[in-house]
């Protein structure tokens, strides 16, 4: 019903930037365009849960998780049905397997996308 195909993930060194995109499709944009639904990046870490990182809801609303700190950036594209997640200052501790979500009648997600922040 949907898909989400996260990407640009990869390796940076600390004090890097890494952009991640999440693609949406699928048929529920059929009956709602995209920007019906609210939209979330969440990541986890080796041996922990998931844990939130963003959202900015259908109104607009944004919301970080307090270790943001004003690093990291969350935005949409409705016309191309894609969120984004700039991430800036990276740091060892940010190394975690990124996930979109949206949000609608049920929460649908992606498969991930691996972030390590190493020298």
């Known amino acids: 019903q949907v898909q989400l195909v996260e990407s640009g993930g990869g390796l940076v060194q600390p004090g890097g930037s890494l952009r991640l995109s999440c693609t949406a499709s699928?048929?529920?944009?059929?009956?709602?365009?995209?920007?019906?639904?609210?939209v979330a990046w969440y990541r986890q870490a080796p041996e922990k849960q998931r844990e939130f990182v963003a959202t900015?809801?259908?109104?607009?609303?944004?919301m970080y998780a307090d270790f943001v700190k004003g690093r990291f950036t969350i935005s949409r594209d409705n016309e191309e049905k894609v969120v984004y997640l700039q991430m800036n200052s990276l740091q060892p501790e940010d190394t975690a397997v990124y996930y979109c979500?949206?949000?609608?009648?049920?929460?649908?997600w992606g498969q991930g996308t691996q972030v390590t922040v190493s020298s």
């Open positions: 900015l809801t259908r109104g607009g609303y944004l």
């Open positions: 979500t949206v949000r609608g009648s049920a929460d649908y």
């Open positions: 699928g048929s529920i944009f059929r009956d709602d365009p995209f920007d019906f639904y609210g």
